[in-house]
Structures are given as structure tokens and as C-alpha cells.
């Protein structure tokens, strides 16, 4: 997967730098506004950021690699997370994620080849008194089974 | 009952949207139309019977009745069975009946003071929360001054429910008398242990009482703005806040003319990027301010020097959506619950391998047995529940000897657990906790900011001792190292997550050493 931006894309990061930089704090709300328009953080912004926040470039490089929420890369067309925290795995999550990587073919942190579904870990969703759970882009699923699974993997495939 | 529009109320909290409460609606609405029945949905919050949802109710006039759990394919049947006229013996001889949802023992058993109104109001109908006691509290504390406002709450003798369990009232003392032009009150949303879930219902399903606590929270020490630091895992609540508050805003709760008072509050929420550590008040500060969640040195405590540098009150979801009750209903009120030092209730949460899962309120002192078996109805998988993690990953697992531990800030530490945020995982007998002290070896390891040295290479070290330990090689010398970082890490580390992660793992070998292949 090629890291390059559309112009539209650089201009959408432009207006979102802009509407985040008076905010106090702004970097992490920026960061988000970014991700959410554009799906990932990329590196090529950094210089322009940085400008903005009046930070240095290794500034906003250490803050958008501390958190697991942002991306350097595009992703798939989804991203599944898989809970991975104490709850789920009392109610079998461990099946469930080795399932799942070999249905998909890739381990966390991957997109599958056809470019549809972008596996990561999760730890805790909030959905502990349903475990296992799995959220898909910003849809939550309790007490997902392999039947469950496969029918989400498969309408994220088609969606 | 022709003329007269039934009320039926089907979940908006995520949990039941993730069993398909959406699409339990929509089949309601659409069999109501194609019938020509004319019916009021109201997406209420849930009320925590999470086992059950969606859990729908209808309106009579004795009270609401439950039906559960109902997914859509369920919604014709239960149409044909009259389930709007739900006093029918027709109705009540449905499968899904369950009777009066207030007579349910799991809901007749509580004590819900901070939960008081979730599950039975739509969480963002301002009209609702107000009809239902809200902004009583605050109404209070407009009457009174700062120090009174900070007096009620020392003496309802709360403590913080985000897991160390500082009492509330002394933190607020600290930033009412800390001199500054600016100070701010941050909520501490980013509920990260496994096995919690009562802030994200608090904020999906009763978004107002938070918004009024902190409002209560700003007037008492002169903060004027607020900031909600919510983990970006949970998208409905960021959406059912937003709402909330702007709401709020439109009608004077929030703003710079606090209900006709001349006094200001500002709120506003920010993002957490799924960062544990963020969790820690110092760490989640430097979030805020637009940094690395690098955990600070203390002191300067948070309450002299906090955000942007300025004194900070820094309070869980459930310690400040408990503020507005006690502004209400008077310190002593709350402080009649509970036990000990440990006063008011707790909202515990049942989750991991048990058959009846969700939110149980109740005053400090019942014991995990209770909490297990009466409530939880034993294990879901119908083994026997051998260990039990109170407290989130960094809580200590406790074996079935320990089940009558009662429920209270200081029998859990003399017993060397703690009850944090209140958090209870089940696991039944195929758990193999040396597996489990791995794993929490590793997620210190995924999660540690990197600052302190104990926790940023101590949890690396310790995923490779429990590697060994597995395999068999030296295993009584590796235990020993085990133990000997596990003292290096509780002694040395900054703050809670490397401090705390030998929770876990010494009690898993203490009370599990068959799984580590010791006696």
C-alpha cells in the first residue's frame, strides 16, 4: 500500500490542522481529526503539525507512536479489533483470535490482501459481561462465537 | 386502551446494541406499523441485567414489565401474544415474560444511589433526568459556598472509585485552597480494566448526573473548566456525551451563567488513544496537554499542580456521577451504606465466566460469594469457578478460599487484593494461571510509558522468566528471580501499572503453584 495523499486529502489535513490549532492541548485532538478524516496519521504531515504547535518534528513523531490508537499507515477498508483483555479470554477469546487470524490469513497489525480488513488487538471494550468481544470500526459485538464471527467477517468483506 | 400510546423501552447502551438491541427496535416499530398499533420507543439506558438484553420493557399501569432476551426475530410471536397489553395472561404466559422489571430479584436486591436513574430514563432527555431528581444536587450547591460544598462530600466519606481510593473530599480541600486564576476539573474516563464497564454505562445511559457532578465539582473549588478524558474504545459514549452536552449548553447547565447563578462551568471532551497508563492521573494529564502519557513525578500533586500547570481536581466517572446525590440527599445520607472506612456502595460488575453477568449496586460489604453465586448464578460454562480477578489486570486473583472476603477498600488490602474500580472476572476451572501471570507480564509490557525502569524492563524480564518457569528449566531458582523482580517492580516502580502488575502474578502463584509446577 502506497503512503502517498491525494491533493484532497492534504487539503483536508490542512483544514484540520487550522480548526485544532488554538485548542489548549491541541496535538491529540488534531491527531484524531486527522486519523478520522483521512484514516491514518501520516508521516508526511509531521513538518506541518509540528509548524502549527510550534513543536519539533520528533515532538509530534513521539506522541502519534505512543499511543496503539494511531496509525502511520492506511489501513483496510474495516478494522477489526479482537478483545484480548482477562474477561474475554475467561470466555474462550483465545480460540476466537487464532480463528480469526487464520480465516483471514494475517496476524494483528495486518490488512488482509484484498485490502478489506485490518486486524488489531484490543484490551477491554467495555463489553466484559459479554465476552468475547469484537468491535468493527465503531460496531460492538458480545458473546461472538465462530458462527458470529464468520458472518461479520464476511459482510465486512462485502460492505 | 385503544386511544392510549404504550411506552416501550428497548436499550441504547452498547452492550445491548451488541446483541442487536437496533434491530430489536426497528422490528418493534415496523410490527407495531404494519399492525396499525401506535407505540412511543424510548431507547433508555440499560439496567444492567446484561445477561438478558436486550431487555425490553412495556408500560402498564402497575410499572414497567420485562421481556427478555428479545431479538427481532422474537418480535412478531411476541406481538401475536399481546405483549403491548403486557397484564394480559395472555402476555405473561410468553416465554420471554419475565413480570414487573422492578420486582426482579437481581434489581430488588440493590442499592442503586449512583445508578439511581440508569436504565429507566432515555440518557439524553434533559426533560427525563430532571423529572428523575436531576440537578437537585446541584441546586444545592448553588446555595451554598465552596468549602461547604467540600465539607458535604468529606463527610459522605466517598473515595475514589478509580481504584486507589483517596478520599474525594480532601482532594477537593487541596485545589479549593490552592491559589490560582485558573483551575480545572478532569474526569478520568478512560476506564481501561478488563471486567469494568460502569463508567461507559454511566456516560451511555445517565450522561446528565456526570455533567453535574463536575458542574458541582467546578463550583466548589472555582474551576471553570472541565474536561472529560474519555478512551476512544467507546465511540457510543463519546456520541451520548456530545449530545449531553450540548444540551446542557442550550439550556444554561452549562456555560457562564450556571442556571441563573452568574457562575461558569465549561465542559468539554477529549479523546483518550488507547494508552492503559493514561488511566493514571498524571500520565492522563500530560495526554491532555498534548503529550507522550509519560506518568509525572509526585509531588507536585495534580491538586497544586495539575493541568497546564494549575491546581487540578482529577476524579473517576463514578466518584463525581456520585457528587449530585450526595449534594442532594446530604452527606449522611451516603455515608448510612457500607462498612468501615468503606462508605456509600459500589457499582460492581460481574463479567468473564458467569452465567449472570452486569451491574450490581450495593452498599460496601457483601461478599464475592454472594456476589458469584447469588447473583452471578455460578460459572457459564457450569465448571467450578476456580479464580477470580477483582480489580482490573492489575488486581490479584483470588482462589474460592478468599470467596468471603467481603467487599470493602480494607479487607481486600489485608487479604493483599485490592477492589479498584470494582471489577469482578470469573474464570472457571480450565484457566491456567500461569498463563494468566504471563500475560499480565505482557500487557505491562505493551502498556508501560517507558519512564521508569522497574516497569519498562522488569515486565520484558518477566514474560521471559514465565517462559522459563513453563518449560521447566531451574524452575525453584526462576521462581525466586520471579519473586525478586516482583519486589523490585512493587517497590520501585513510578506508579501502578509496574507496581502493581506482581498483583497478579505473586497471587497467582501463591494460591495456583500447582500450574506453575511448584507444591
Known amino acids: 500500500m502506497l503512503n502517498t495523499l491525494t491533493s484532497s486529502q492534504l487539503d483536508e489535513i ?21 486519523q478520522d478524516s483521512v484514516g491514518y496519521v501520516p508521516e508526511a504531515v509531521y513538518p506541518q503539525i509540528a509548524k502549527a504547535l510550534a513543536l519539533s518534528v520528533a515532538e509530534v513523531h513521539g506522541v502519534v507512536t505512543f ?17 484480548r483483555a482477562e474477561s474475554c479470554q475467561a470466555m474462550g477469546s483465545e480460540q ?23 486486524l488489531e488487538p484490543v484490551y477491554c471494550l467495555g463489553n466484559c459481561a459479554c465476552s468475547p468481544a469484537v468491535m468493527l470500526d465503531e460496531e460492538l459485538y458480545g458473546r461472538v462465537d465462530s458462527q458470529k464471527i464468520a458472518q461479520i467477517i464476511s459482510q465486512a468483506r462485502i460492505a | 386502551m385503544s386511544n392510549v400510546v404504550i411506552k416501550v423501552y428497548v436499550p441504547r447502551d452498547s452492550t445491548a446494541l451488541s446483541l442487536g438491541a437496533d434491530r430489536t427496535a426497528h422490528a418493534i416499530v415496523a410490527e407495531a406499523q404494519k399492525r396499525g398499533l401506535e407505540i412511543a420507543l424510548v431507547r433508555n439506558g440499560s439496567r444492567g441485567l446484561f445477561w438478558l438484553e436486550p ?14 432476551p428479545v431479538q427481532a426475530q422474537d418480535v412478531p410471536d411476541l406481538f401475536e401474544t399481546d405483549f403491548l397489553n403486557a397484564l394480559s395472561d395472555k402476555a405473561k404466559a410468553h416465554p420471554l415474560y419475565l413480570g414487573l422489571t422492578e420486582e426482579l430479584t437481581w434489581l430488588k436486591r440493590q442499592q442503586r444511589l449512583t445508578f439511581a436513574r440508569v436504565g429507566i430514563t432515555d440518557p439524553v432527555s434533559l426533560d427525563d433526568y430532571i423529572a428523575h431528581d436531576g440537578y437537585k444536587g446541584l441546586k444545592h450547591a448553588l446555595s451554598l459556598n465552596g468549602a461547604d460544598i467540600v465539607k458535604i462530600v468529606s463527610d459522605s466519606g466517598l473515595r475514589g472509585r478509580g481504584g ?29 480494566d478488563s471486567g469494568t464497564y460502569s463508567d461507559r454505562m454511566i456516560m451511555e445511559d445517565d450522561p446528565f448526573v456526570l455533567i453535574e457532578g463536575m458542574t458541582i465539582a467546578g463550583i466548589a473549588v472555582g474551576a471553570t473548566q472541565g474536561y472529560i478524558y474519555l478512551r476512544s474504545e467507546y465511540p457510543h ?3 451520548v456525551l456530545n449530545e449531553a452536552i450540548a444540551k446542557a449548553y442550550q439550556v444554561g447547565y452549562l456555560g457562564d451563567n450556571i442556571a441563573g447563578s452568574g457562575q461558569s462551568f465549561h465542559l468539554e471532551v477529549r479523546r483518550a488513544a488507547g494508552a492503559y497508563v493514561c488511566g493514571e492521573e498524571t500520565s492522563l494529564l500530560e495526554s491532555l496537554e498534548g503529550k507522550r502519557g509519560l506518568v509525572r513525578f509526585k509531588p507536585p500533586l495534580p491538586a497544586i499542580e495539575g493541568l497546564f500547570g494549575k491546581p487540578t481536581i482529577v476524579n473517576n466517572v463514578i466518584s463525581l456521577a456520585t457528587i449530585p446525590i450526595i449534594l442532594d440527599k446530604g452527606a449522611q ?14 457499582p460492581i460488575q460481574l463479567a468473564g465466566n458467569l452465567k449472570q453477568t452486569g451491574l450490581i449496586e450495593l452498599a460496601f460489604g457483601v461478599t464475592l460469594r454472594e456476589l458469584l453465586y447469588d447473583f452471578g448464578a455460578g460459572s457459564a460454562t457450569g465448571k467450578p469457578i476456580r479464580a477470580v ?18 467487599l470493602d477498600y480494607e479487607a481486600f488490602s489485608q487479604i493483599w487484593a485490592v477492589l479498584g474500580h470494582g471489577g469482578i472476572v470469573a474464570f472457571d476451572e480450565t484457566v491456567n494461571m500461569a498463563k494468566m501471570a504471563r500475560y499480565a507480564f505482557e500487557f505491562c509490557a505493551i502498556e508501560s510509558c517507558g519512564k521508569c525502569t522497574p516497569c519498562r524492563i522488569g515486565s520484558t524480564r518477566g514474560v521471559e522468566l514465565m517462559d522459563k518457569i513453563t518449560a521447566g528449566q531451574e524452575r525453584t531458582q526462576h521462581i525466586q528471580v520471579l519473586r525478586d523482580l516482583s519486589d523490585t517492580m512493587l517497590n520501585g516502580s513510578l506508579c501502578a501499572l509496574g507496581g502493581m502488575t506482581p498483583y497478579p502474578v505473586l497471587s497467582a502463584i501463591n494460591h495456583f503453584p500447582e500450574d506453575f509446577g511448584v507444591s
Not at chain 2, 431487555?55 to 427478555?68: D, H, M, N, Q, S
Open chain 2, 389 to 406: 480477578q477483582v480489580g482490573g489486570p492489575l488486581g490479584a486473583y483470588l482462589p474460592e478460599s478468599q470467596f468471603d472476603t467481603p
Open chain 2, 237 to 239: 459514549a463519546l456520541k
Open chain 1, 14 to 34: 490542512q483544514v484540520q490542522i487550522e480548526a485544532h490549532k488554538n485548542l489548549p492541548g491541541a496535538l491529540m485532538p488534531m491527531l484524531h481529526a486527522i
Open chain 2, 55 to 68: 431487555l425490553v420493557e412495556v408500560a402498564t399501569p402497575l410499572g414497567r414489565v420485562a421481556y427478555a
Open chain 1, 67 to 83: 499511543y496503539h490508537h494511531f496509525r502511520t499507515h492506511p489501513v483496510g477498508k474495516h478494522v477489526l479489533q479482537i478483545c
Open chain 2, 333 to 346: 445520607y451516603y455515608a448510612d451504606y457500607g462498612m468501615g472506612r468503606s462508605r456509600g456502595t459500589l
Open chain 1, 96 to 118: 476466537l483470535e487464532s480463528s480469526v487470524k487464520s480465516a483471514l490469513g494475517i496476524d494483528y497489525h495486518e490488512t488482509t490482501k484484498d485490502g478489506s480488513i485490518t
Open chain 2, 164 to 192: 486507589a481510593a483517596f478520599p474525594t473530599g480532601i482532594k477537593w480541600n487541596t485545589v479549593l485552597n490552592a491559589p490560582a486564576t485558573q483551575k480545572y476539573v478532569v474526569c478520568n474516563a478512560d476506564e481501561g
